[in-house]
């Protein structure tokens, strides 16, 4: 069945087979890149490939970007967001703890056991949620201790409230060992000249600039070829 599940398909592998997340167990994704290489393109792919999936009332994106590199797809994103990075995630924080709240209500402390309980009582069910956020981390000076922390938070307990971080940075050397180890999908595009103990560069450099990548999953890392979207 096509349409309404959360298997969303990411790109084909060396052994052109179908790469996928299941978005209905985890969508928390850190994606790592230079620009032009294939990052832009992907993103908005995968946020149509989501709502013809899953349908617009059960999946909603919303988009910090200090870049503004984004803005040309405004009308995927219910929210669009710059400026005050610890502002946002506090909010997405009030928002996970909100939920917490709810389910805790009905007894329930997982989205879909709650939504089954929404349905039955013919009230609104929650939405998943994910958070695009694309920091300018070349030009500003974060507080990336606390960024660390907040995100850590909203990993560990978002996705049990269906609150989901795509976490795009453009400068692997701003990116810390904690921030790494945090998600269990990570997708390195090509990084350019710039050398990091986080990875093998060597790896990276050899991808095109056209939406190819090394996908990690858990202990797993596959090249893949994501999907071309103009």
Do not use: W
Not at 64 to 83: E, P, Q, R
Not at 182 to 194: E, P, V
Not at 202 to 221: A, P, T
């Amino acid at each position: 069945m096509l349409y309404n599940n959360y298997l969303i398909p990411i790109g084909m592998n060396v052994k052109n087979q179908l790469e996928e997340i299941d978005f209905s167990k985890e969508a928390n994704i850190l994606i790592i890149g230079d620009f032009n290489v294939g990052i832009k393109s992907f993103i908005s792919s995968l946020i149509i490939t989501s709502i013809l999936k899953v349908s617009i009332d059960n999946i909603e994106f919303n988009l910090f970007d200090d870049y503004g590199d984004l803005n040309d797809y405004h009308y995927l994103f219910k929210n669009i967001n710059n400026g005050d990075i610890k502002e946002y995630l506090k909010n997405i924080i009030n928002e996970i703890d909100e939920r917490i709240n709810l389910m805790n209500l009905k007894n329930v402390h997982q989205i879909d056991e709650y939504n089954i309980v929404m349905n039955q009582e013919d009230n609104k069910i929650l939405k998943r949620i994910i958070h695009i956020i694309e920091l300018d981390d070349y030009n500003n000076n974060y507080d990336y201790r606390y960024i660390d922390d907040k995100i850590m938070y909203i990993i560990q307990v978002g996705k049990d409230v269906g609150i989901y971080t795509i976490f795009i940075s453009r400068n692997i050397k701003k990116v810390s060992t904690i921030l790494f180890s945090l998600f269990k999908y990570r997708m390195i595009f090509n990084i350019g000249n710039i050398e990091s103990p986080l990875i093998e560069s060597q790896h990276s450099k050899v991808l095109n600039s056209k939406g190819e990548c090394l996908f990690y999953r858990d202990n797993l890392i596959k090249r893949i070829q994501t999907p071309k979207f103009t």
